[in-house]
């Protein structure tokens, strides 16, 4: 391929790769607080009435930690590995609601938030491997405006995943009238695994296209300007990260 034209396929598959990473797990966001309390409201043992709220907490916390290391890690994995990784542990949280049990969801939300930092430093890193100065605002803009996407299609994903469980769930909705609480939308096993199974089978291909995308940097990139022979190590990182953040 053309050296001047190798970029927007890089571009566009990094735009495809977090496209469809997000379509998988923003769209489940939307549904996730109601989905584990249907699963509480049938088995209370298994997990807490608002596990959606305390999963999120968790993976703020160790996403804000892991963003201390994620650029150390960079340095070791590459920018090409740390967005397979990343992507990687966006699969397996999802794939946790097919075993809905407060151990597996605790967990794989607090490995999330690992996942989602070591993904966005992986994110900028390629970016800048295969954009010039020329071609970085064109870069950026065709690799959001896929990414932007993923809502609109998650939607699609939701509304033909229930349109399919519609008359199950609503047998369901009737047999339990009487013990469920009102205020949230309640959602079946089936109905569980039905749309769960939609959004893994999306952020795998995320994974796939992850495994799949060019390294090789283009000739002049911005990377390239700033490129260090000697990596720094993670103390000297940190201290230089405490050091601009005292001053």
Same mark, same amino acid.
């Given at each position: ?15 495809? =790769? ?5 379509? @998988? ?9 109601? #989905?584990?309390?249907? &699963? ?22 160790? &996403? ?17 590995? !740390?967005?397979?990784? @990343? ?66 299609? =998650? @939607? ?45 089978? #999306?952020?795998? #291909? ?11 940097? &283009?000739?002049?990139?911005? !990377? ?24």
């Amino acid at each position: 391929m053309r050296e001047s034209r190798y970029d927007l396929p890089c571009a566009a598959l990094l735009g495809l =790769g977090q496209l469809c990473m997000f379509m @998988g797990y923003d769209t489940q966001l939307t549904i996730v607080e109601p #989905v584990l309390h249907s &699963v509480h409201d049938r088995s209370p043992e298994s997990i807490d009435e608002h596990a959606g709220y305390y999963g999120l907490a968790f993976c703020y916390v160790t &996403v804000t930690l892991a963003n201390l290391v994620a650029p150390w890690a960079l340095g070791i994995l590459g920018s090409k590995y !740390a967005l397979l990784l @990343g992507s990687t542990l966006f699969s397996v949280h999802i794939a946790s609601f097919f075993f809905i049990h407060y151990i597996p969801y605790y967990l794989t939300s607090a490995t999330l938030g690992i996942g989602c930092a070591l993904f966005y430093t992986g994110h900028g890193a390629y970016a800048t491997e295969h954009s010039t100065k020329a071609t970085i605002e064109r870069n950026s803009a065709l690799t959001w405006a896929l990414a932007m996407i993923s809502m609109t299609l =998650g @939607g699609m994903v939701m509304l033909f995943t229930i349109e399919v469980s519609e008359e199950n769930s609503e047998v369901d909705l009737l047999s339990k009238a009487t013990s469920i609480d009102s205020s949230y939308r309640q959602y079946s096993e089936s109905e569980i695994r039905l749309l769960y199974g939609a959004f893994l089978l #999306v952020t795998l #291909v995320s994974n796939i296209i992850f495994v799949l995308i060019p390294t090789r940097a &283009v000739n002049n990139s911005i !990377a390239s300007l700033s490129y260090r022979k000697e990596r720094i190590g993670f103390v000297i990182q940190m201290s230089k990260y405490w050091s601009a953040t005292l001053e």
